[in-house]
C-alpha cells in the first residue's frame, strides 16, 4: 500500500478514489461542490480585507492634516538632516523661509530662498509648513 497525502484525503484524488470504489459521477459532483465552497470561501475573504482596508483607511485619514499650500507662499523647511551642529539638541528644527516655486503632482514641491536661487532637488510637502510672519503694530503717533 502506498502513503497517502493528509490532502489527498480531505480533497480526494483519482488515485483515492480508484482505492475507495466511488462512482466518478459522484466523484465530480462532491468536487464541484468543494471547488464551490472555495469560491464562496475566497469572496468572503476578499470582503473581509476590504472591509479591513476601509476602516484601516479612515482612522488613517482622521490624522492627516491638510497642507493648504500653493505657490508663492512662504513655508519653512523641516531640519531633521544629522548635520554635525554644534549647538546639539539646541539647533533649530526649521529653516527658512522659503518661497514655493511649483508644486508638483504627488506632494513634490520646488522651492527657492528669499533671494531667488532655486534648490536643485525637490522636496516632499509633507516636510514643510506654512510660514506666517508677525507683524508688529506700530504705535500711533
Not at 484525503?9 to 462532491?30: F, G, M, N, T
Not at 492627516?64 to 538632516?81: E, H, I, P, Y
Not at 522651492?111 to 536643485?120: K, N, P, R, V
Amino acid at each position: 500500500m502506498k502513503a497517502v497525502l493528509p490532502t489527498e484525503v480531505e480533497v480526494p484524488s483519482l488515485r483515492v478514489l480508484a482505492q475507495c470504489q466511488i462512482a466518478e459521477a459522484d466523484w465530480q459532483q462532491s468536487r464541484f461542490e468543494k471547488l464551490m465552497l472555495f469560491d464562496k470561501r475566497r469572496l468572503k475573504a476578499l470582503y473581509h480585507v476590504q472591509g479591513y482596508q476601509r476602516r484601516i483607511s479612515r482612522a488613517f485619514n482622521k490624522k492627516v492634516k491638510s497642507r493648504n499650500l500653493k505657490q508663492g507662499d512662504l513655508v519653512l523647511k523641516d531640519n531633521r538632516a544629522p548635520i554635525h551642529d554644534p549647538r546639539g539638541k539646541f539647533r533649530p528644527n526649521w529653516t527658512g523661509p522659503y518661497i514655493i516655486k511649483s508644486i508638483w503632482s504627488g506632494g513634490a514641491v520646488v522651492l527657492m530662498d528669499l533671494d531667488g536661487l532655486e534648490f536643485s532637488q525637490p522636496i516632499n510637502m509633507d516636510k514643510l509648513k506654512k510660514y506666517y510672519s508677525i507683524r508688529l503694530a506700530r504705535p500711533k503717533t
